[in-house]
């Protein structure tokens, strides 16, 4: 009875330090991922603030697009008007210009 209350006490003692081991195992385990959670956490947040900074700016750009668009119209317009009164400017000059005198009649 001796031997059997030794092995099983070996036995236990080695389960005990396999527990042991096992917690410590665990224990680092859960460390790491506290760490990974927290890494994690970070660069969502800091995603998040990339992701609104790049809303903001296509916003903007798509404002800036639509008002070129407004001036370039604009633009367009005034073009036109400042071609047509070129083209009657152009047509009074050609007017005012002395034509030759018409050879007299023989």
């Not at 800091?46 to 992701?51: E, L, N």
């Not at 609104?52 to 407004?70: D, M, P, V």
């Not at 152009?90 to 018409?102: F, L, R, S, T």
């Amino acid at each position: 009875m001796d031997e059997i209350q030794r092995r099983h006490a070996e036995r236990m003692g080695e389960l005990s330090d396999e527990m042991g081991e096992t917690r410590r195992a665990l224990a680092e385990t859960h460390r790491e991922l506290t760490e990974t959670l927290v890494v994690v956490s970070g660069i969502q947040r800091r995603q998040a603030a990339v992701q609104r900074s790049q809303a903001e700016w296509l916003e903007a750009l798509q404002k800036s697009e639509e008002l070129h668009r407004e001036r370039m119209a604009l633009f367009d317009q005034k073009m036109l008007e400042i071609e047509e009164k070129l083209n009657a400017m152009i047509g009074v000059v050609d007017g005012m210009q002395q034509k030759p005198p018409a050879p007299p009649a023989a």
